[in-house]
């Protein structure tokens, strides 16, 4: 039964078609991290608050997504979600990278050696 399952599903795998990813949603996903990095940076070395950094760049990133689709609608182009899905997202993968790396300095628990 289970190699049955495994040739339909093999069979089926070759109908499908694959998601597409258009450079500008690429370059909606750069300006997000890049967006969200600054405003971490900034944030955080105002008030030394991992949180409040990480949830103000994370908003300014969907925000900056958010305003950019609005404006392409006021030039008579259409609401694209995709494209703020793309910016937020760019703006979660560095909000998060950054936190991980941002924080609590280890202390040097080793010996330590005179000369």
């Given at each position: ?21 258009s ?18 940076t ?53 909000s ?20």
């Amino acid at each position: 039964m289970k190699a049955i399952v495994l040739i339909l599903a093999l069979f089926y795998t070759g109908l499908c078609n694959a998601q597409f990813i258009s450079t500008d949603d690429k370059l909606h996903l750069g300006a997000g991290a890049l967006i969200s990095a600054t405003t971490y940076t900034i944030v955080y070395s105002t008030t030394k608050n991992k949180k409040k950094a990480f949830w103000y760049s994370l908003g300014v990133s969907a925000l900056a997504g958010i305003t950019k689709e609005l404006i392409d609608v006021s030039e008579n182009e259409r609401f694209d979600t995709g494209e703020i899905i793309a910016t937020t997202t760019g703006g979660l993968i560095a909000s998060t990278t950054i936190s991980l790396f941002v924080g609590k300095k280890k202390k040097n628990k080793g010996i330590a050696f005179v000369n």
